[in-house]
Structures are given as structure tokens and as C-alpha cells.
């Protein structure tokens, strides 16, 4: 079955590195996307990662896949106040299209 | 260009009342999904309509109905308000051409529903 899991809390300081974890349980998922959510608004790609790659770097993103694991992870470079959101890791399975799976969110909180 | 719109933003409901949530898009996006996003669960997915005429199932589609409309709108019904749908909604589209990796899911700006 579909099962993605995050964990619910995450504080850095100012200018320091974050990294968000994710798991997943289905290895037939061909990509995995991370979204950002800011207060009172919808959901937002950041970025996405296909399952046959380990690594992806988009500008201040790192994007770090371990398939053997079913581990994701969001590593966010020199952190500022306005990467204080919630963020959702999703995975699509082979075959479903654009049907996503969702995991809980994990809230980024930035400290000065 | 707008993107995903959703009407309204705020929705208070008794219980037992019904109403219809409206959402369209303007980027000529094939497929349309319906989430629904409760504390500590995440997003889930109520409905989704993958082509202009079909519509399917989702995770959560107890107490709901969904309605394409044609290509731009997919509205979500709820004939029968319970306080457990109190939750914010989300609608989203893409373009469903079959490329998941490059399909992004752009999504509205919500639409916050209490149930009494």
C-alpha cells in the first residue's frame, strides 16, 4: 500500500542548513516531488526527483534519494525566514498518472 | 492568468446543510483533483477527474460528489454537511499528458469549511 511519513516539526536557525526527511513504503513509485505550503495558501512544487536518481540540486535545494531505503530527504542551504512553511513530500506510483500520495507535512520553523 | 481558483474562502455550514465548492482553471489542464488537508494527515485526495467527462474515485470520496463541468471547472458537492468534513479543500490541476515527473500539480488557494 501507499504510506508516506514525515515528521511534524523541524526548528533551524538563520543561515543554517535544514534537512526534511521522508519515508515511503510503495517501490513502485516512479517520481517524488517536495511541495511547500506558507500560511494560509495552496501548495507549491519546489522540486522533483525521479526514482532511478539519487540526487538532485536546484539552486539552495538538494534533493537526496536513498531507493534501497525508501528515504527522501529536502536539504535547504543557508535557511532563511522565508523558508519558514510546511513541506510535503508526495510520491506518484507507475501507472497512476498525476495521482499523488501525500505525506503529513513537516513544519519549518526559522529562528534568528 | 489567475491559475486555479477556488470559491469561496470561507464557509461556515449546520449540519445536514449542503453546498457546492467551486474551482476553475485557466492553463487548459487536462486532469483536476479535489484534496482535502487535516492536521497531522497530510493531503488526501477526494476526487479526481483525469480527462474532460470522467471522474474517479479518490482516497476519502464518502459524502462528497464531484461534477466536471467541462474542461475549466470541477466543482465538489456536499449534499449533506457532517461536522467531520470540517476541513480545509484544496483543488488542483495539471496537465495530464502523461509525463508524471514534469505533470505539476498546481493548486488553489483553498477553501476553509466549518461544519456546526
Known amino acids: 500500500g501507499e504510506d508516506v511519513e514525515q515528521s511534524l516539526f523541524l526548528s533551524v536557525r538563520e543561515g543554517d542548513s535544514s534537512v526534511i526527511n521522508c519515508t515511503y513504503t510503495?517501490?513502485?513509485?516512479?517520481?517524488l516531488y517536495w511541495y511547500k505550503q506558507e500560511p494560509g495558501a495552496g501548495l507549491q512544487l519546489l522540486t522533483y526527483i525521479f526514482s532511478n536518481m539519487d540526487m538532485k540540486q536546484d539552486q539552495r535545494l538538494t534533493v537526496l534519494l536513498n531507493k534501497k531505503d525508501k528515504h527522501l530527504s529536502l536539504r535547504i542551504a543557508d535557511t532563511q525566514t522565508g523558508d519558514s512553511a510546511i513541506y510535503f513530500c508526495?510520491?506518484?506510483?507507475?501507472?497512476?498518472?498525476?495521482?499523488?500520495?501525500f505525506g503529513t507535512g513537516t513544519r519549518l520553523q526559522v529562528t534568528l | 492568468n489567475a491559475g486555479v481558483t477556488q470559491t469561496p474562502k470561507f464557509q461556515v455550514l449546520k449540519t445536514g446543510q449542503s453546498m457546492t465548492l467551486q474551482c476553475a482553471q485557466d492553463m487548459n489542464h487536462n486532469s483536476m483533483y479535489w484534496y482535502r488537508q487535516d492536521p497531522g494527515m497530510g493531503l488526501r485526495l477526494i476526487y479526481y477527474s483525469a480527462s474532460e467527462g470522467t471522474t474517479d474515485k479518490g482516497e476519502v470520496p464518502n459524502g462528497y460528489n464531484v461534477s466536471r463541468l467541462n474542461k475549466r471547472e470541477f466543482s465538489l458537492r456536499l449534499e449533506s454537511a457532517a461536522p467531520s468534513q470540517t476541513s480545509v479543500y484544496f483543488c488542483?490541476?495539471?496537465?495530464?499528458?502523461?509525463?508524471?515527473?514534469?505533470?505539476?500539480?498546481?493548486f488553489g488557494p483553498g477553501t476553509r469549511l466549518t461544519v456546526l
Open positions: 508526495a510520491e506518484s506510483l507507475t501507472g497512476t498518472a498525476s495521482k499523488l500520495t
Open positions: 510503495d517501490s513502485s513509485s516512479t517520481y
Open positions: 488542483a490541476s495539471s496537465g495530464g499528458q502523461g509525463r508524471p515527473g514534469a505533470d505539476t500539480q498546481y
